[in-house]
């Protein structure tokens, strides 16, 4: 029996699915955490076969010693993976301590999360990546804005979603952020676009078994700052465009045995990197979409990521196919804002097309708002209906 061991199995709270899938196809799924056991639901107990409580997650030698015991009681550990982009640099130092090479092991780490670092695999893949510079002294950055012009982005090179990305628009704001001493970000010129996304399972020769995609009209960015509401949907097919370049791109890295989601940008005016509507690179992402967006997926394609996913991990292969095709939007609502309709006014127009409402997990509500609406429709029009209605803040004379 082969072993997985699972690396916070219960955060997002849906991937006791994967569990789940790893199990039915006959793994010894071990999970590690820092959530009691008593603690965790009920389906993800019945999908573990041992979990190791560690005090912090953080703490590496405690997760160390968890996998040694694992492999004492178990024997080889085949796969370690957490699908969870906080901690793929844990994932990798833990390969690459114990020999395991079913992944990505510590010295891939800086192409799969360092930006910079990823331009040089995206120019590998024939893909187009924004002019950038890294932020050492505010005379390089000068030196780099005079040839870019603002406004210019700003953020960790080595960081997770939106979280502390800013846009510089004049010299004050350029200051400001310089006298904060940032450490470790990288300046890239301003790309005018939404973000379409390349989401697939790929298997251990690099070939995908499932494919789809996403569309953010805003920016995440934006949203993180200014405390906004939230929507992205999932397309009924991948645009052809955005898959060939992810095909590409997950060649130029190396991808196998794995959920990816990469972000591309995709032009909403001419400028200096392309022309409207072009497709370019924004950065990778060597697990699934975040949050609720597997089952989204599922929503969208009327299939199972969970199994395939697991499926691949089993078998490097899957028997399950798509079924009827929707879009599949996420609408996430600001606690603290006054919407025209109430959370019934939802249901009852909608009730027909809503699959879920829930509560934002807290640590995901910075990009993804407090309350949740997901919802499946035929048509671009109907899905335009939805935002607009769950969205629409009250006038001042409506209130």
């Given at each position: 029996?082969k072993?997985?061991?699972f ?16 199990k ?8 590690i ?30 997760v ?58 995206y ?49 004050e704001?350029l ?74 791109t997950?060649?130029?890295f ?5 959920f990816?989601?990469f ?90 097309n ?29 899905m ?13 004379e409506?209130?």
């Amino acid at each position: 029996m082969k072993n997985f061991i699972f690396i916070s199995p219960n955060f997002p709270a849906n991937y006791w699915k994967f569990c789940r899938h790893l199990k039915n196809n006959g793994f010894n799924v071990l999970g590690i955490g820092d959530c009691p056991y008593d603690n965790l639901i009920q389906e993800l107990k019945s999908s573990l076969t041992e979990y190791y409580k560690v005090d912090s997650l953080e703490n590496y030698d405690q997760v160390y010693r968890a996998v040694a015991f694992f492999i004492f009681k178990y024997g080889k550990i085949d796969f370690i993976e957490s699908n969870n982009e906080y901690w793929l640099e844990r994932d990798a130092r833990l390969r690459t301590a114990f020999n395991i090479t079913s992944g990505f092991n510590e010295g891939d780490i800086k192409k799969i999360k360092y930006k910079s670092e990823m331009k040089k695999y995206y120019k590998k893949a024939g893909v187009k990546t924004a002019r950038y510079c890294l932020v050492k002294d505010i005379e390089s950055c000068r030196a780099f804005i005079s040839e870019v012009g603002y406004p210019v982005i700003v953020k960790p090179d080595n960081g997770v979603g939106a979280n502390d990305t800013y846009k510089l628009e004049n010299d004050e704001q350029l200051s400001k952020f310089m006298a904060s001493d940032p450490q470790g970000y990288i300046m890239e010129e301003f790309i005018d676009a939404e973000v379409n996304s390349y989401d697939a399972i790929i298997d251990s020769k690099g070939k995908p078994i499932f494919e789809t995609g996403n569309v953010t009209p805003m920016s995440i960015m934006d949203i993180v700052n200014n405390n906004d509401n939230s929507l992205y949907y999932m397309v009924n097919k991948p645009f052809p465009d955005v898959r060939a370049l992810g095909r590409k791109t997950v060649k130029a890295f190396g991808v196998k045995s794995r959920f990816v989601h990469f972000e591309f940008f995709r032009l909403l005016s001419d400028q200096h990197i392309g022309k409207k509507g072009e497709v370019v690179a924004l950065e990778v992402n060597m697990r699934p979409c975040g949050g609720i967006s597997p089952d989204m997926m599922n929503y969208a394609n009327s299939t199972d990521v969970y199994k395939i996913w697991a499926d691949m991990i089993a078998f490097d292969c899957t028997q399950v196919k798509p079924g009827e095709r929707y879009f599949c939007a996420f609408a996430g609502r600001r606690d603290g804002k006054d919407f025209l309709f109430s959370e019934q006014d939802i249901v009852d127009k909608f009730k027909s097309n809503l699959k879920n409402i829930g509560r934002v997990p807290d640590a995901l509500s910075a990009a993804m708002g407090n309350t949740m609406f997901l919802a499946t429709f035929k048509t671009v029009e109907e899905m335009d209906e939805f935002y607009s209605e769950v969205l629409q803040v009250k006038s001042p004379e409506k209130k």
